[in-house]
C-alpha cells in the first residue's frame, strides 16, 4: 500500500522552529523528489519546498527562503521539512508528496506530484 504519512505538527510561537516528518511506505523514496505543500484557511494550497535528492535540485517559494530546509533519508524512506523563524502567516495544513524523480525539474505544481499525505496541522500563534 502506498502512502505518505506527516507528523511534527502543532502549536508554535512566532519565530520559533518546527520540524515536519514524511514517512513513505509502499514504494522507494531515492526514485522520488519530495515537495512540501501547504494550504492556510480560506486560501488554495500552494507549494513552498521541493528538493530531488540530498545535495541536488531544490526549490523554494520567497515566502519560504532563508526559513524552511528540506532534506531526505532515502535509506529511511522520510524525508524532512526544517522550518525556523516561523510567523503566523505559516500557520496551515503542511502536506509532502512525492513526485518522480524522471520528471522533476524542480516544479512546485501539485498536478505532477503522484503520492500525497494526510497532512499536518502547523499553528504559529503567541
Known amino acids: 500500500q502506498v502512502e505518505l504519512v506527516e507528523s511534527g505538527g502543532g502549536l508554535v510561537q512566532p519565530g520559533g522552529s518546527l520540524s515536519l516528518s514524511c514517512v513513505a511506505s509502499?514504494?522507494?523514496?531515492?526514485?522520488?523528489?519530495i515537495g512540501w505543500f501547504r494550504q492556510a484557511p480560506g486560501k488554495e494550497r500552494e507549494g513552498i519546498i521541493c528538493l530531488g535528492n540530498n545535495g541536488g535540485m531544490t526549490n523554494y517559494a520567497d515566502s519560504v527562503r532563508g526559513r524552511f530546509t528540506i532534506s531526505k533519508d532515502n535509506a529511511k524512506n522520510m524525508a524532512y521539512l526544517q522550518m525556523n523563524d516561523l510567523k503566523p502567516d505559516d500557520t496551515a495544513v503542511y502536506y509532502c508528496a512525492a513526485i518522480p524523480l524522471s520528471i522533476f525539474l524542480g516544479q512546485l505544481d501539485e498536478n505532477e506530484y503522484t503520492f500525497w499525505g494526510q497532512g499536518t496541522q502547523v499553528t504559529v500563534s503567541s
Open positions: 509502499g514504494f522507494p523514496l531515492e526514485y522520488y523528489g
